[in-house]
Structures are given as structure tokens and as C-alpha cells.
């Protein structure tokens, strides 16, 4: 079962979906964290899926959107970073209000694993982080972006634009700066959880530093499926729904793992 509803401030009302857990009395419970822009359309079953397994398996499981975005308040134009990490930081607590689990993991896909990795630094009950294919540097994810347009669509608009439109989500100047200064590798938040997982579905160079960075805690947990061609820099699967049951099931394996 799960339960739309909204949460937050009366001024910034966020869309949720709540998945409560099979099993009652859990410990533990998921926020989790979409991608951005065109990559939020393309992965919205898939993550739907993946709470519905992560329910199944005893973990209630909290979706949402953030301000700015999908069927949450707010216009896209003033679409922030930093509103966006306040926004997992209240849906944590929301979960916890809801199921009175006492550890929450935050479990990202694309720039909601960025999120997901600046966020668990500083909010409370967070145990654990879940990074799926994390955008680690934010230049180069924009400059990607702006690849996959120029290839399948009309060039954007000059980067010095007040607004840019990528792959049909527009990106005001403050978000791509904010976007721009992000690097998990040389800029890696100052605190994170006793337990990391990430799941990669293709190898990379920016990919490696996460491991680097992360094996000295506790708990690290990777998973890697090798997708042909690469699932996000591919023109051609622009438009197409993430089918991605292996990734889904690997994050299942690793939050069983952090919950024992």
C-alpha cells in the first residue's frame, strides 16, 4: 500500500509517497531522492518500484518531490540546491513521525544521490547513505547535459543565460552555479554516515573516487552492473523509461546488510 499526501510548511507544501513496510515495528526506513530534470521522468517507475521492494523487504519508504519540482509548490525558476537538501532534511523527519523507525537511509539516484551524500552530513537519523550512478561533479554533469542537447535537440541557449533549457527542463543561472560548484571527490562533505552503499551501472573514472573516499567507514557495501550502451549519456535512451530491476534489487541486498 502507499499514501500520497503533502508535507512541510503551508508556504512549501511537498508532495510524498508514503510505502509503509510489510513487517510492523522496523528500525529502520528510506527517503528517497530523485534525479533532476529530464532524468526524474525517465526514472520515476523505476524508483517507484524500488520503494515498493524496499517496503516489501520491511523498510517503509518515503518518496517526494522537491520545491520547485513535479507536484510540489513552487515555480522552477527559483528551483535551489540548497532548498532541496532542507527539503530531505523534512522529509526525514517525516518519516520518522510516520513509522517511528529509529535510523533512516537516504538513498539517491543521479544529482538525488549528490543530495543525498551533502544532506546525510547534517541531518538527523540519518545511519546511512545510498548512492545509485551519483553525479560527482556538477560541471561536468552540466556540461553532459548540454551534449545530450546539442546531439538531440536544438542547441541551448549561451551558458551565460539568466535561463538554459536542457533536454526540456529549464535551469536558472543560480542553480547551474550552485550545480557547478558541487565535487564529491575534491569536495566531499564533512560528515557521513557509519554506512555507505552505491550501486554503479557503468565504470568510470569520477566513480572511483567515491570508493577512495568512503571504504574507511564501517559499512561499504558496492554493487556493479555494467550497462551496454551507458545508460545516461546515451541520446538515444533520452525519452526511454529506466528499466533497472538488478540496480533495485542490489540496493535491497545492501540495506538488509545495514540493517542487521
Known sequence: MNHPFYFGSQQNRLLGVYHAAVEPAPLWGVVLCNPIGHEYIRSHAALRRCAERLSA?????????????GDSAGESHNASVTEWVENIATATDELVDM???????????????????????????????????PVIRGSSYLEE?????????????QNDAEFE?????????????????????????????????CVFSEESEEYACIPAHFQEKKQFEQR????????WRNPKLIG????????????????EKFSQ
Not at 543561472?173 to 554516515?193: M, T, Y
Not at 526511454?240 to 540495506?255: F, Y
Request: hydrophobic fraction near 40%; proline fraction near 6%; charge should be negative.
Open 224 to 231: 556493479t552492473t555494467l550497462r551496454q550502451p551507458p545508460e
Open 99 to 133: 513509522s517511528e523507525v529509529r535510523s533512516v537511509a537516504l538513498v539517491g539516484l543521479r544529482f538525488g544521490a549528490t543530495l543525498a551524500c551533502i544532506a546525510a552530513s547534517h541531518t538527523e537519523h540519518v545511519s546511512a547513505v545510498i548512492m545509485w550512478d
Open 145 to 157: 547535459l548540454r551534449r545530450l542537447q546539442k546531439t538531440d535537440l536544438e542547441p541551448s541557449a
Open 165 to 197: 533549457e536542457l533536454i526540456g527542463f529549464e535551469l536558472s543561472k543560480k542553480l547551474r552555479r550552485e550545480l557547478g560548484g558541487i565535487d564529491l571527490c575534491q569536495n566531499p562533505p564533512d560528515s557521513i554516515p557509519a554506512a555507505v552503499g
Open 57 to 69: 523487504a520491511g523498510f517503509p519508504t518515503l518518496r517526494f518531490d522537491y520545491a520547485c519540482t
Open 240 to 255: 526511454h523509461v529506466l528499466l533497472a530491476g538488478q540496480e533495485t534489487g542490489h540496493i535491497v541486498e545492501i540495506m
